[in-house]
């Protein structure tokens, strides 16, 4: 539950061309899950918050390439330092691209297969339920989330796939309704069908090209996202009140990473 007179704050950081902004900030505080903090790009600081989204949208219009100009936003260089430091960082959609483009995840989104935008619900499968934004899923739960991008299709060397493999940094693959992973059911030809990973020094970052933001209410379609921002605030719950917890000689153990 979460502490009414000091609420977990989501920073969601503005650029120019956001457009999903303000439905990552509707779904916090509109599940009660916390206060969103909406950050603009070009602020030094990010205010303290506990974590912090990178939304979607078209951000710079999407100029030279999706999240190419984004990386180099000021806010940008405080977000990598929050990851470094074991942060909890959101990407979603324009965000995933932006990630990729700074280095904070590995990979990149480039066209669609079919050369599209793509605006549909689609199948997710849930390939680990080991972190922290999937614990509250099981693994090979299927999800139905919307996507809405033109340029959304993974890609990685062989290196790095296997990496992710290696690594059980594979959170999402895109799936029919079975949960079967197949090349129909990939909507922009992605490769190995997927949809979101898990990087940083501590599985703290997060990149995915569905919208959780956009179903989290039965009255979107699907409240399928809904687990993920719950286990946001249950990990950085369990980090405050790790933070607020004495150690046995008296001292106050480190919680959750300072921006």
Known sequence: MNDVKNPLRLGVIVFPGSNCDRDAGAAWAESGLGEPVFLWHEEKSLQGVDAVVVPGGFSYGDALRAGAIARFAPLMGELARFAADGGLVLGICNG???????????????????????????????ETADSL????????????????????????????????????????RYCDPSGAVTAEA?????????AGIV?????????????????????????????????????????????????????????????
């Open 96 to 126: 995933f691209q932006i990630l990729c483009e700074a280095g904070l995840l590995p990979g990149a989104l480039v066209r669609n297969e079919g050369l599209r935008f793509l605006c549909r619900h689609v199948g997710l499968r849930v």
């Open 133 to 172: 934004f999937t614990a509250g899923y099981r693994q090979g739960q299927v999800l139905s989330i919307p996507v809405a991008h033109g340029e959304g299709r993974y890609a990685c060397d062989d290196a790095t796939l296997d990496a992710l493999k290696g690594d059980d940094a594979v959170l999402f």
């Open 186 to 194: 990939n909507p922009n030809g992605s490769r190995d069908n997927i």
């Open 199 to 259: 990087g940083g020094p501590a599985r703290n970052v997060l990149g995915m090209m569905p919208h959780p933001e956009r179903a989290c209410a039965s009255s979107l379609g699907s409240d399928d996202g809904l687990a993920l921002f719950r286990a946001v605030q249950g990990a950085l719950e369990a980090r405050r009140g790790a933070s607020a917890a004495p150690s046995a000689s008296g001292a106050v153990l480190a919680g959750s990473a300072a921006p």
